[in-house]
């Protein structure tokens, strides 16, 4: 994994995954891309949740534009067949990955970087965080599945009037807009986010993987199909944690009512 690009480390069982490209905002670029696929995979490994954050005063300025300009012009070779896009494969293995990713955001969340940020399950961000879609004035169009994730989660109108009018929403309307969950002072998001994530680790491995893959997916279902769905994860074979976590519950709350009685 490229140090430069991406910096990695373990805070327990949470993976704390950094873009690094402060000089340049964050942007991203194919290295950045490759080298976060490799980050991503080794918190899948290694980790129950992960912290996906910017290094700098920026989340992600999105699409690095030098290269995009290179590629439109020809200085860049385009693959010989048309393959899956590399930003949909790698935040596809985040947003639909075995574990929860929780994003802690400031500055600029912008473009791809809004898109990126969209891809995690849970989003802090702090008072300084901008979040936009600047692509209509740049005579570009999303690509790294904002069509998908963003507009599922502010709405076809917020997000056709942050494209069309280049619109920047503050923290307190991306919280007002559900871009964000979680609204913390300047510099305070990534230990938010980091806390969350300690929090969330604390969930059962089986039960953090089905809300985060079944739910999202009986979202996209019908109704009938969905009730169908959740039974069958609802009804399957419990591992021996489920059973253990459960006796304690049980258990504990009945110690509880006894003391209060006595």
Request: with cysteine; net charge neutral.
């Amino acid at each position: 994994m490229s140090e430069t690009l991406i910096t990695f480390e373990l805070d327990g069982n949470v993976a704390l995954i950094g873009l690094n490209r402060p000089d340049k905002r964050n942007s991203i670029n194919d290295a950045l891309i490759d080298a976060l696929r490799k980050a991503v995979q080794q918190a899948h490994e290694e980790a129950n949740v992960a912290v996906l954050f910017g290094h700098g005063t920026n989340f992600c300025a999105g699409l690095d534009l030098a290269e995009a300009l290179a590629r439109a012009t020809g200085q860049i070779k385009p693959p010989r067949k048309r393959k899956r896009h590399n930003w949909h494969e790698v935040f596809d293995l985040i947003e639909r990955g075995p574990i929860p990713f929780v994003a802690a955001l400031h500055g600029a969340v912008v473009g791809g970087g809004l898109e990126l940020a969209t891809a995690a399950h849970v989003r802090v961000g702090d008072e300084s965080a901008l979040f936009g879609l600047p692509e209509g004035q740049r005579g570009i169009f999303v690509g790294g599945g904002g069509t998908v994730r963003i507009q599922r989660v502010v709405g076809t109108t917020v997000m056709m009037d942050m494209m069309l009018t280049g619109r920047l929403l503050t923290a307190p309307e991306g919280l007002q807009e559900k871009v964000i969950r979680y609204l913390t002072p300047a510099g305070e998001a990534l230990a938010k986010a980091k806390e969350l994530a300690h929090r969330i680790a604390k969930n059962s491995v089986e039960t953090n993987w089905m809300i985060v893959n079944v739910l999202p997916r009986i979202h996209d279902m019908t109704h009938d199909d969905g009730l169908f769905v959740e039974q069958l994860n609802s009804a399957r074979a419990r591992p021996p944690e489920a059973e253990a976590r459960l006796r304690e519950f049980v258990e504990g709350k009945a110690k509880k009512i006894q003391d209060n009685q006595s």
